[in-house]
């Protein structure tokens, strides 16, 4: 259905004898968006991912995919997905692999020629398509991978960590794509743990930490939210600093930097008068953009390494 969300989720869960995998998600993806999911190893990134996609099934809740209930085979026709550990038939050259995968979705064969020499031109793999993926390096194969992805024209597409193994000039090239395709309505749910990628990628990101979602938040909200702000200064207590909660919050001093995060700069005049009637001697005061690491540390904790 045009209408329904391109992925929602209720109460997701997911549990291996004593082990819960996925405690319970519960998001909801509108149709034409990249949604980026991030979380800390273990998360249950992949094991949800895998649920959606129907190659895990859930213990308890519900999820659809296109306005249908996960598993509808029809649904299911319009999705692409690429995992994070792929095992291609490397015997096959390029242009075979693709034409395998388009005979296994059942693709008309003149239409099938036309999208796999397409798709091999997008991630730069004409000049290899009669090469067997034996000879492919890892970058290769990732973008082969991403290629076959897209052959059936998706409406949905998974990418689980897409730029594993690319070079800068193919991480780029990637991005590039997942550009084309929200162009053209296609919604791309994207899984990565590299943070950069995703921050200049994706509409939205979600949180996931022990298999739930903690956070969800737009990433426009990193170039007009909140501001970290570094204060160089002398004189400062713990009393001052809890006299800053007016205008800032996450409070830390430490020796003469005090680092605190305001909603806006324009906050940072009342905080420098309040300093100085407070006899603190302010050497010098350092805003920076408070970055997508930050939201994630703060969000799943410092122990949630990626």
Request: hydrophobic share 40%; aromatic share 6%.
């Amino acid at each position: 259905m045009a209408d329904s969300p391109a992925v929602e989720t209720r109460d997701l869960r997911k549990v291996y004898g004593e082990q819960v995998a996925v405690k319970g998600l519960t998001l909801r993806v509108p149709q034409g968006e990249v949604f980026g999911f991030l979380g800390p190893n273990g998360a249950g990134k992949t094991t949800s991912m895998k649920m959606l996609l129907s190659l895990v099934t859930p213990t308890a809740g519900a999820a659809t995919l296109l306005g249908a209930p996960i598993g509808n085979r029809e649904a299911l026709r319009q999705i692409g997905f690429l995992p994070e550990h792929f095992r291609f038939q490397d015997w096959l050259t390029a242009q075979e692999f693709l034409q395998l995968h388009g005979e296994l979705y059942g693709m008309p064969r003149g239409a099938l020629a036309h999208g796999a020499q397409e798709l091999l031109e997008m991630v730069g793999l004409t000049a290899f398509r009669h090469r067997s993926l034996r000879t492919f390096s890892k970058g290769m194969l990732q973008r082969l991978g991403l290629a076959q992805a897209l052959l059936n024209n998706p409406r949905l597409v998974f990418l689980d960590e897409p730029t594993s193994g690319l070079d800068p000039v193919g991480r780029r090239q990637v991005r590039d794509i997942i550009r084309q395709l929200r162009d053209r309505g296609t919604t791309v749910f994207l899984n990565s743990h590299l943070l950069g990628e995703i921050e200049v990628t994706c509409d939205r990101v979600a949180f996931i930490s022990h298999g739930e979602v903690r956070r969800v938040m737009e990433l426009s909200a990193l170039t007009d939210g909140r501001r970290q702000v570094t204060i160089r200064a002398t004189g400062v207590t713990d009393a001052i600093c809890s006299g800053l909660t007016p205008w800032a919050d996450d409070i830390r001093l430490d020796g003469e930097a005090l680092t605190l995060h305001v909603q806006s700069e324009n906050v940072l005049p009342d905080i420098t008068r309040y300093l100085v009637a407070h006899q603190v001697n302010v050497r010098a005061i350092l805003p920076a953009r408070v970055s997508l690491e930050d939201i994630f540390i703060e969000t799943v904790g410092r122990d949630g390494g990626l």
